[in-house]
C-alpha cells in the first residue's frame, strides 16, 4: 500500500524558513517523481515544485522560484521542501504527491498534508 | 498561461446525474485528469487521461471531453459524493502544472 506522510508545518514569522519533509513506503521510491502541492485556507490547489526519481531535475511555480527548494533522499525515501524568506501568502496546507508519468502526467497518490501558517 | 474554468458549484438531488465542466482553450490536445477532495481530506485521483478510472473508484464516475470542455460525470449521485472537485492538466510550460478553480458539489 504507497503511503505518503507530511511533516515539519507549523507556524513561523514572514521572512522564516521552514523545512518540510515527506515519508514514502508502499512503492520503489526512486522510480517516481514527486511534488509539493498546496492549498491556503478556503482556496483551490496550487503546484509548488516536482523533483525527478533521481533527483537531478527541478521545476518550480513562478510564486515559489528562488525562495523554496525541493530535493530527495532516496536511501531515506523522502522527500524535502525547504522554505526560506516565508510570506503571508505562503500559508498552506502542503502536500506531497507522487507523479505518475507514463504517457500523461497526473498525481495517484497524495499524503494528508501539513499546515504551514506564516504570520506575526 | 493556460487557464482552467470550473464552475464554482454544482447542486444536484440524490440519485440524479452531476455534471462539472471544465473549460479551456483547445482543453482536447492536454490530456485532462480530475481529483475528489471532501472536507479536512486529501484530493484523491478519481478519473485519469480524460476518461480512465482508477481502481477503487465507482463506476458512476467518468469522464468525457467534448470541444473546449471536459466534464467529470457523476451517475446515481450519493451523499457521500459532496465535495470539491478539480480538473488538471500538464503542459509544456515552465510551471507545467494546471488546476481549475475547483466545483463545490452539493448534494441536495
Known amino acids: 500500500e504507497v503511503q505518503m506522510l507530511e511533516s515539519g508545518g507549523h507556524l513561523e514569522q514572514p521572512g522564516g524558513s521552514l523545512r518540510l519533509s515527506c515519508a514514502a513506503s508502499?512503492?520503489?521510491?526512486?522510480?517516481?517523481?514527486l511534488n509539493w502541492v498546496r492549498q491556503a485556507p478556503g482556496k483551490g490547489l496550487e503546484w509548488v515544485a516536482v523533483?525527478?526519481?533521481?533527483?537531478?531535475?527541478?521545476s518550480y511555480a513562478d510564486s515559489v522560484k528562488g525562495r523554496f527548494t525541493i530535493s530527495r533522499d532516496n536511501s531515506k525515501r523522502t522527500l524535502y521542501l525547504q522554505m526560506n524568506s516565508l510570506r503571508v501568502e505562503d500559508t498552506a496546507v502542503y502536500y506531497c504527491?507522487?507523479?505518475?508519468?507514463?504517457?500523461?502526467?497526473?498525481?495517484?497518490?497524495w499524503g494528508q498534508g501539513t499546515l504551514v501558517t506564516v504570520s506575526s | 498561461s493556460y487557464v482552467l474554468i470550473q464552475p464554482p458549484s454544482v447542486s444536484v438531488a440524490p440519485g440524479k446525474t452531476a455534471r462539472i465542466t471544465c473549460g479551456g482553450n483547445?482543453?482536447?490536445?492536454?490530456?485532462v485528469h480530475w481529483y475528489q477532495q471532501k472536507p479536512g481530506q486529501a484530493p484523491v485521483l478519481v478519473v485519469f487521461?480524460?476518461?480512465g478510472r482508477p481502481s477503487g473508484i465507482p463506476e458512476r464516475f467518468s469522464g468525457s471531453i467534448a470541444g473546449n470542455t471536459a466534464t467529470l460525470t457523476i451517475s446515481r449521485v450519493e451523499a457521500g459524493d459532496e465535495a470539491d472537485y478539480y480538473c488538471?492538466?500538464?503542459?509544456?510550460?515552465?510551471?507545467?502544472?494546471?488546476f481549475g478553480g475547483g466545483t463545490k458539489v452539493t448534494v441536495l
Open positions: 504527491a507522487r507523479l505518475n508519468s507514463g504517457s500523461n502526467n497526473y498525481f495517484d497518490y
Open positions: 508502499g512503492f520503489t521510491f526512486s522510480n517516481y517523481a
Open positions: 523533483v525527478s526519481g533521481g533527483g537531478y531535475s527541478t
Open positions: 483547445n482543453i482536447g490536445t492536454y490530456s
Open positions: 487521461e480524460d476518461s
Open positions: 488538471q492538466v500538464w503542459d509544456s510550460s515552465s510551471n507545467p502544472v494546471k
